[in-house]
């Protein structure tokens, strides 16, 4: 499973860390926003190395959709009602800028990355959800409006359409940026301790350092796993499928997102929560909707990808906390990280030059309020129920009763593993506890992958890595 834009844009191998380094700014991360934050602070005299766990842009970012815009669901309504008028506008000024910024650095740097001009739209079943947005578009002056009808044959109420938005190959645009920074691959940063990063290839210090790794994995300070989950959603690209005109998603669960790639199509959808995907069938689902809706189409491509999800809808942005006053996050960017990836750049390239960039009070990571209780609430009750599960629920099946490509939790010579069966009839046994906080990982049967309901965390069967806060392989049963 692989995207069509890691197969449309090789980007050249760095080599990784050789012993101990000093810089004035260390990135963790080398997605779009660890990169777009590098090239702003090198753009302004910083030296700046870039430590990556494994490839350029081999996490989230070459797993987008790549829509870059200020429309982020029927938010504007939201923002309203919770922080007013000034913060709203805020946002989709900040937000604009960001779409400006990629149009200014494509222009003069000269990149072809396929950048276009497109409207977008957000597609509901809700009309009262409809009007809201459509009354807090008006009252903020946005380029918006209301449309019954979208430009695909998708049910619903009607849309909010914003113009002037833009989509692009993101790939192509990450491997322009990031050719003349420093970037250190196959170099994981094991632990931060004050200005020194101990990684696997050595230490690094820095006088700044920017935690842009899509989920932060230093615990404390921070309590970024109680403030955020995380979820996954599936794309396939089609071909022969009649073309859009614009970007579409829906704004519930259930519900699409269409885009064009040149004379593809990337219908996407079928989102769940992190570790609630024990059935599977979620390709299945979306292959017999495309057939549906695009009826004639080929399927080319198909791929997943993560998304950080805060407990109030914005992202963290800004000093990791108060007792760490050289650390910087980017995280929690929704179903956005185009466009917030953007946003961090600027906030965290003004911050650490000592600028005073007037968005960023809206992002700052140490904000909360009353109104998170309830949402903080429900992501601590999920961690609880994956540590209860770990502790006392029984495996149902035992390693004869799983099929050939299949696996699930099972009672391996007494103990609880994780079981992937291969077409061979392999068997490949994990430790089913999530190395970050000790929560029961869940099989994902789509991905053949282990992952985990409390905090994202995903092992392929092996039990390798994929997708942080974890920051160590599962262990082998025997």
């Known amino acids: 499973m692989s995207s069509i834009w890691l197969d449309s844009c090789e980007i050249g191998e760095r080599e990784c860390l050789r012993g101990d ?18 090239h702003a602070l090198q753009n302004c005299g910083r030296q700046v ?68 001009e497109k409207c977008s739209y957000i597609y509901s079943q809700n009309s009262e959800s409809l009007k809201k947005e459509r009354r807090a578009a008006l ?25 002037n938005q833009a989509q692009f190959n993101p790939m192509k645009f990450i491997r322009a940026v990031s050719e003349h920074l420093t970037i250190y691959e196959n170099t994981a940063v094991r632990a931060v301790k004050g200005s020194v990063l101990i990684t696997n290839r050595g230490n690094v ?17 921070g309590l970024y796993f109680a403030r955020m989950h995380q979820e996954r959603s599936y794309v396939i690209a ?8 614009g970007m579409i998603m829906g704004d519930e669960i259930g519900t699409y ?20 995907n024990t059935d599977g069938g979620c390709y299945e689902r979306l292959r017999a909707k495309a057939s549906e809706l695009f009826p004639g189409s080929r399927e080319v491509a198909h791929w997943s990808a993560q998304d950080c999800i805060t407990a109030d809808g914005v992202p963290y942005i800004g000093r990791y906390s108060s007792g760490k006053p050289n650390w910087y996050v980017a995280s929690g960017f929704g179903k956005w990280g185009m466009t917030c990836s953007m946003v961090s750049a600027m906030i965290l390239r003004d911050m ?31 961690a609880v129920k994956g540590l209860t599960r770990q502790i006392f629920s029984v495996p149902s099946e035992a390693v004869s009763a799983i099929k050939p490509g299949h696996g699930g939790v099972v009672s391996l010579r007494g103990r609880k593993s994780g079981v992937y069966k291969d077409e061979s009839g392999k068997i490949h046994a994990v430790d089913i506890r999530c190395p970050h906080l000790g929560c029961q ?36 049963k025997k």
């Open 21 to 38: 380094i000093e810089v004035d700014t260390a990135v963790i991360g080398a997605g779009m926003a660890g990169i777009l934050t590098a």
């Open 49 to 116: 190395a870039v430590l990556e766990a494994s490839r350029i842009a081999s996490g989230q970012t070459r797993n987008t959709t790549a829509k870059i815009t200020i429309q982020h669901g029927l938010i504007y309504h939201k923002l309203l009602s919770r922080f007013g008028k000034q913060t709203a506008a805020d946002y989709a000024e900040v937000n604009q800028c960001a779409i400006d910024e990629y149009r200014r650095i494509i222009e003069r740097e000269n990149i072809d990355c396929d950048f276009e």
């Open 139 to 163: 009252e903020l002056k946005l380029p918006a409006e209301f449309v019954r009808d979208i430009p695909v044959n998708i049910p619903c109420c009607g849309a909010i359409k914003f113009k």
């Open 205 to 221: 210090r820095a006088k700044n350092i920017v935690f842009a790794c899509h989920y932060p994995f230093v615990n404390f300070p």
């Open 238 to 245: 089609l071909e022969y499928a009649k073309p859009v005109d």
């Open 257 to 276: 997102s269409v885009r064009n790639y040149g004379k593809l199509l990337l219908f996407g959808g079928e989102g769940h929560r992190t570790g609630e």
């Open 352 to 382: 650490i030059c000592g600028v005073k960039n007037k968005y960023a009070y809206m992002f700052t990571p140490s904000r909360f309020s009353a109104k998170d209780v309830p949402q903080i609430a429900f992501e601590s009750g999920h």
């Open 441 to 476: 990982l869940e099989w994902n049967p789509d991905e053949l992958s282990w992952d985990c309901p409390c905090h994202g965390s995903r092992f392929d069967f092996n039990g390798n890595l994929l997708d942080n806060p974890a920051q160590n392989n599962l262990n082998h």
